[in-house]
């Protein structure tokens, strides 16, 4: 069982087990699927996703997903690194009156 989810810290490197709520995340699994395919509890499962939010520094399930694929822990199909890239690049705004 995972520890306090305060202990996590922004940077802390994912256990196995934090990478695979991850990757069932990206996958749009709820709490109780992910408990289900893990053998888990629904507390338990919320315990491990605030790890990975607070260890991704990400606010939310969906911000966790986009930092994930950037990271590398979220595998991701060939042919669609591109669009991942363009997703997490920088935009530039023109600049007022250009």
Known sequence: MPTRATNAK????LSRREEQVLRLIAAGLTN????????LSENTVRIYLRR???KLGARNRTQAVVVG????????PAG???????????????????
């Open 52 to 54: 990975v939010l607070a």
């Open 32 to 39: 109780a699927e992910l408990g289900r395919q893990l053998f």
């Open 10 to 13: 922004k940077g802390d490197p």
């Open 69 to 76: 694929v950037a990271m590398g822990h979220i595998p991701l």
């Open 80 to 98: 669609s690194v591109p669009v991942i890239e363009a997703l997490v690049r920088p935009v530039e705004v023109p600049a007022v009156g250009a």
